[in-house]
């Protein structure tokens, strides 16, 4: 089956430490994309990525930092600088920035 | 400014009724491409549907419909005969040709009672 997985569903994490949200496609697709939701809120673009080895920083950037090395993989790290890491964050992927961009089941992070 | 305004923060209504969601938008571009996605508690969104700028025709997917007007910039979604699996967050979001930035609005909560 075609996809888009992240894990884990939930995390927790200490405030003050880097954690590492994972994000990997399966449907081929050239673009991926990390957003960040707050409650009753729409969401924000965080990292974008057109290609291997390329990416670019959206609304948030601030706080956070990605990888693109392999087509199929986009981990988002949130770093200690993060002042309200706390959200839902949602990977996403597109053939083509024009196109409708297929969603993974988020990650629920809660730091304390 | 390129942006996109969902009026309706909740809306309620008992199952079998039809309910209209707005999405009024704003953009200079002339090539643009207008979707909808629906979040449901599990929280990862659906997509529902793609319009782009040039194609103005309404679209009718079962009890869905979409009502695309550039004179008015707005994108409305309607649920017909709603029920109770309809229960979600429904987005509307704008993206530009050349361009990465995905606008959404910031989401209409729709709950059907039985």
Not at chain 1, 24 to 44: C, K, S, T, V
Not at chain 1, 98 to 107: A, I, S
Not at chain 2, 41 to 67: A, H, K, T
Not at chain 2, 79 to 97: G, H
Request: glycine content about 6%; some cysteine; hydrophobic content about 30%.
């Amino acid at each position: 089956d075609g996809g888009i997985t992240q894990s884990p569903k939930y995390l927790f994490r200490k405030e003050g430490q880097n954690v590492t949200l994972s994000c990997e496609q399966n449907l081929n697709h050239d673009a991926m994309y990390w957003y960040r939701q707050d409650p009753g809120q729409g969401l924000r673009l965080i990292y974008y990525s057109q290609i291997v080895n390329d990416f670019q920083k959206g609304d948030i950037a601030e706080g956070y930092s990605v990888s693109r090395e392999k087509k199929e993989s986009f981990p988002l790290t949130v770093t200690s600088a993060q002042k309200n890491p706390t959200a839902f964050y949602l990977c996403a992927s597109s053939p083509d920035r024009t196109y409708e961009q297929y969603f993974g089941p988020g990650t629920r992070l809660t730091v304390t | 400014a390129q942006k996109v305004t969902q009026a309706q923060t909740e809306i309620s209504v008992v199952e079998k009724e039809d309910v209209t969601l707005d999405c009024v938008y704003e953009t200079r571009d002339t090539t643009y491409y207008l979707f909808w996605y629906k979040q449901p508690p599990s929280g990862e969104l659906v997509f529902l549907i793609r319009r782009n700028s040039f194609d103005e025709q309404n679209e009718i997917s079962g009890r869905y419909s979409w009502n695309f007007q550039k004179s008015t910039s707005s994108f409305n979604f309607t649920i017909t005969a709603s029920q109770v699996v309809d229960s979600a967050v429904y987005f509307c979001a704008l993206n530009f040709y050349n361009n990465n930035d995905m606008r959404f609005g910031a989401g209409t909560r729709l709950t059907v009672k039985p």
